[in-house]
């Protein structure tokens, strides 16, 4: 693979939080060296004068784009999913599945690790690994999962799952009020996974136990969470003034603006995570779809169940980074980061991904500025993927 140097650019660094004017050497697939001047003879050179380089971004909650879904593997098309994801800024992803039976789980496990183990296809999204969200979840809070594919956790299940899913990341999201649910939680932290609270009607005091057990974040911040209350605060109480992390869902459907910002005040720029929560029918339009058993209609940028639930979401994260900006006021600089550095941190893989640092996987989007307001919203130009661009 040719060197590479991109040159003229204002590059984020995540340490400091600012674009600083660096070059970007690129050999081998990775982040080389990054510097204010770099000389190379015999690499290509790219110039990017006056643009803005950010890290690829990561989406750790999504069950699917382009009308494919991680569940659905008897229909997948894993290139023109991935590619659609590429296309749109998201590098890396963790493969969300939804409630399912327990057979029909482990089958889509094999087929997501059978697609991530082998070598990367050029021009499309990686996978991580596999966010379970479903199956373990409160039927009284169910949100948009069927009713009749939820389960309580069991130590048998998760030694399965387990196996299965490895090697890490794998991440699972539940109701830890279920019968079993502090030692599934004990055990698989054992094993390495990471846990979110989600689709839970979890007190107080109950939340805090599940945290003090070994769960890391809040799936899905308000949804499918009781509601906050001055004597009662419940999950939602907790994941704010916790030290977890928060999963936000940023498309303006999901949470009203003013909650967002709420969110990102309450958690601050460190512990709150961008995700989109897409289903197959983001850039795929409207109409009939499918999710956790359940029949989704898309209309007007919109998916619902029969019963009116809201059913994932059309969102893209470059656009979901832009918008926590305009919700909240955050910096640019800092939103990103809550859609690579933060979720790089929170899955144990900020080592290889999530910053434009030497050593890591040269993974990075190309835009033409970092400013947000009434008038202008940053546009995405050129995308890279371990050292190949795609667009």
Known sequence: MKNTILTGAFVLDSKSRTFKRNDILISGGVFKEIAPAIDSADAEIIDVTGKYIIPGLIDMHTHGRAGCDFNRTERMDYNKMLSSYAYAGTTSVLATLASDSFDALIESIKSINGIRLAPITPGNARILGVHLEGRYLNPAKRGAHSAELLDNPSESELHVLSSAAMPLPFHISLAPE?????????????????????????????SKEALSAGVSSFTHLYNAMRPLHHREPGNTG???????????????????????KLAYLAKGKDKLVLITDSMEATNNGDGNYFIAGMSVTVSNGKAVTSDGAIAGSLLSLFDGVTNL???SGAEYADAVLCATKNPAELLGVFDKIGSIDEGKSADLLVIDSAEVNENHCPVLEKVCIGGIFIR
């Open 178 to 206: 279920l019968d079993g649910g502090f030692d599934f939680i004990r055990r698989g932290r054992e094993l390495g996974i990471t846990f979110g609270i989600a689709h839970s009607d979890a007190d107080a005091k109950m």
């Open 325 to 327: 900006c305009k919700f």
């Open 238 to 260: 907790i994941a704010l003034v916790s030290d977890a992390y928060v999963e936000v869902i940023c498309d303006g459907l999901h949470i009203h603006p003013d909650m967002v």
